[in-house]
């Protein structure tokens, strides 16, 4: 059955600690790798797709990477306007169509 | 430009009472989909869309109806709610299957 399980379920930082969330699948076969962000009552915002091994991709303090089994989403010097619902999604081995979500990571970054 | 608008933001339903939710995309989507968020849950799929014209079920389809009235609406209904039923719903878009999703902000309801 395919997985996603993202660690730890909630972070705490201060300001400017960098730190690294884990989203770790089973689905073989990976046709691409989503990281989403979440603010308290607003729906998902898309942050970067992987697709391979070894793929990296930026934006701003955001750095997501990939291996063959996990995901990183890299976080450097944070600011509290970083705070927010991390998640990541996977494409069902059998339906591209079907994501598989884990169920977050909820970042705060105190001032 | 709007993207994905939700409609409406927030409803209350008695148990037996029926309703349908409504999603418009003005980004010219292939793909449009329907999520529920529950705590402890995470997002699952209800139901999608690959192209105008066509319906499929995802993971949790029971007790849900769509309609893909055209290229940019999606609705979803409830033809009987249940307390089951209370969640938050998103409906989100993407250009094709296995791109990235657009959500809109969601509709909270609450079935009691």
């Known amino acids: 059955e395919d997985q996603v399980t993202q660690s730890p379920e909630a972070l705490r930082l201060q300001e400017g600690e960098s730190s690294s969330l884990n989203c770790s699948y089973t689905?073989?076969?990976?046709?691409?790798l989503f990281w989403y962000r979440q603010d308290p009552g607003k729906g998902p915002e898309f942050l970067f797709t992987l697709y391979s091994a070894g793929e990296e991709k930026e934006k701003e303090r955001l750095k997501a990477t990939l291996t063959k089994k996990e995901s990183f989403l890299h976080i450097t010097a944070p600011k509290p306007e970083d705070s927010a619902t991390y998640l990541c999604?996977?494409?069902?081995?059998?339906?591209?169509?079907?994501?598989?979500f884990g169920e977050g990571t909820q970042l705060t970054v105190n001032p | 430009n709007a993207g994905v608008t939700q409609t409406p933001k927030f409803q209350v339903l008695k148990t037996g009472q029926s309703m349908t939710l409504q999603c418009a995309q003005d980004m010219n989507h292939n793909s449009m989909y329907w999520y529920r968020q529950d705590p402890g849950m995470g997002l699952r799929l209800i139901y999608y869309?690959?192209?105008?014209?066509?319906?499929d079920k995802g993971e949790v389809p029971n007790g849900y109806n769509v309609s893909r009235l055209n290229k940019r609406e999606f609705s979803l209904r409830l033809e009987s709610a249940a307390p089951s039923q209370t969640s938050v719903y998103f409906c989100a878009s993407s250009e094709f299957r296995n791109s990235p999703l657009h959500f809109g902000n969601g509709t909270r309801l609450t079935v009691t």
């Open positions: 999604a996977v494409p069902r081995r059998t339906s591209g169509s079907r994501l598989t």
């Open positions: 869309s690959a192209s105008e014209g066509t319906t």
């Open positions: 689905v073989s076969g990976l046709r691409g």
